[in-house]
């Protein structure tokens, strides 16, 4: 999970509240009323902000262009839900039909749970729309507006409306996938490895929110790792996590357990793909969800770079080297060939 927040004075300072007319402006007509609401944002996580931290270390990254071809199409800020108060928004890169391949998946984006932005995945989601996939990409509430778990129902609420609109984005409801970056690469991790169970969906059933393969880029697998304490509990209730949870592992252990991935591998768990910056940290408990994929006799692949940034697929040249393998991966999904 992404730690190199800025201090809590700065972080403050940098807060901006949506005023009243912003949010009326940005409504969207229907039938359920929204009123208007303000809401704390923190800013400090940026593409930009990561790019200007990493390059002096690593020349070879570039920052994302975005080119589109003949045929595609992008839905801006379709609502999925209303909040608390306030529309919860969408977007949907929709490839061009004669490339279409009838399976989707949604990346939910990073920041510690607590900063971040939809858009952060719009180079990958452009590059894969390109190879025949509706990507989908939701904003969720973050930890300075609504605490855990309530990130992680609106993932799922974001999950059933896609299936609902399957048929108009032009996929097959049984094939989206659920994939992610740092805090995002988590919470895909868990919310697709718990749709057989009651945590985090409310009224959807198991199929509505169901995903057939899991994409985690460098997100935590189990919070009760040595590595994942070591760093997510650091600061206790200060941490990033802690922040999310609403307290330190020592005061919530329950909870810290209960959101750690590892601790959910079953046979009814989806195809997993990770891939490691190298800093390994980030992905710790990934050796016993490995094992327990493959027990259970569930296709998995795991890439690791030698140290890389932690946020490799925000920049080239990681970039593209991502959408391939998860590409790659999502067809040998498709032909059933096991990893």
Request: hydrophobic fraction near 40%; aromatic fraction near 10%.
């Amino acid at each position: 999970m992404l730690q190199a927040f800025m201090p809590q004075s700065d972080v403050s300072a940098r807060l901006r509240r949506l005023t009243a007319a912003a949010l009326c402006a940005i409504c969207a007509t229907g039938s359920v009323p929204v009123s208007a609401k303000d809401y704390p944002v923190d800013d400090s996580y940026s593409i930009s902000q990561r790019f200007y931290a990493y390059r002096d270390e690593h020349p070879e990254l570039k920052e994302p262009v975005l080119s589109f071809t003949e045929g595609q199409q992008v839905l801006f800020d379709r609502r999925y839900k209303v909040a608390d108060s306030r529309e919860l928004h969408l977007d949907v890169f929709v490839p061009a039909a004669d490339k279409a391949n009838d399976q989707a998946i949604m990346f939910i984006h990073g920041g510690g749970w607590r900063s971040g932005n939809k858009s952060h995945f719009y180079p990958l989601a452009n590059l894969l729309a390109q190879q025949g996939y509706v990507v989908i990409t939701p904003e969720y509430r973050l930890s300075m507006e609504a605490q855990y778990p309530a990130g992680l129902e609106d993932i799922n609420d974001a999950l059933a409306f896609a299936k609902e609109h399957a048929a108009a984005w032009g996929f097959n409801p049984t094939r989206i996938a659920l994939g992610g970056g740092s805090s995002g690469g988590h919470m895909a991790a868990l919310v697709g490895n718990t749709a057989n169970t009651t945590l985090f969906k409310g009224e959807h059933s198991a199929d509505a929110v169901r995903v057939n393969a899991v994409v985690d880029l460098d997100g935590v697998l189990d919070f009760t790792h040595p590595l994942a304490l070591a760093s997510e509990n650091k600061r206790k209730d200060k941490s990033a996590a802690g922040m999310w949870f609403g307290g330190a592992y020592e005061t919530l252990p329950v909870r810290w357990a209960e959101a750690s991935t590892a601790k959910h591998i079953d046979a009814d768990s989806p195809p997993m793909l990770i891939i490691s910056s190298g800093q390994m940290r980030f992905t710790a408990g990934k050796d016993e969800v490995l094992d327990k994929l493959s027990s259970h006799g569930i296709a998995s692949k795991y890439y690791q770079y030698d140290n890389n940034i932690h946020t490799f697929w925000l920049f080239e040249p990681y970039l593209t080297e991502t959408a391939e393998r998860i590409h790659t991966f999502l067809s040998q999904i498709a032909s059933g060939v096991n990893q």
